[in-house]
């Protein structure tokens, strides 16, 4: 019993350079349409930054309210041009907003009655806006 060795072929196994030259322009092209989306990342994380402390600007105001309402010693009276400097002044944690935002656009609660909303603009990095209510306090 012999064998024909020459009748039996090898097969190699792998990949062409074709193939591999395909894969590789194909892998550019997502990473190319993929890549704007990542870009823009700093832009909205300075927006969600500011749309945080303007949301905790509106809860403190509530809660600044809320004791008020009830007779609260801790209450700051929101009374006065300045509705939300005087918030954040007498109100908040620390007695400040955070380093780099600012109140651009402030409330008045000198003419609403307690419990009227006013709307505040705090300004933050890369000069992101947002909005936040403030309930006056009498």
């Known amino acids: 019993m012999q ?9 190699q196994k792998g990949f062409t350079l074709i193939e591999l030259i395909v894969v590789i322009v194909i892998l550019g092209i997502l990473a190319a349409t ?16 500011v749309n945080g402390v303007a949301g905790s600007v509106s809860s403190a105001s509530a809660i600044n309210y809320g004791a008020c309402a009830v007779g609260n010693a801790s209450c700051a009276p929101l ?4 509705a939300g400097a005087a918030l954040v002044t007498g109100a908040m944690t620390g007695g400040a907003l955070p380093t780099g935002y600012s109140i651009t656009t402030d409330g008045d609660c000198t003419a609403p009655a307690a419990g009227a909303v006013v709307s505040i603009t705090i300004t933050g990095l890369q000069t992101k806006t947002a ?8």
């Open 79 to 82: 009374i006065g041009a300045a």
């Open 3 to 11: 064998t024909n060795i020459s009748a039996q072929t090898k097969q």
């Open 131 to 138: 909005t936040a209510t403030v309930i006056c306090t009498g």
């Open 34 to 49: 993929a890549l704007p989306k990542f870009v823009d990342l700093q832009g909205e994380a300075a927006q969600a930054g």
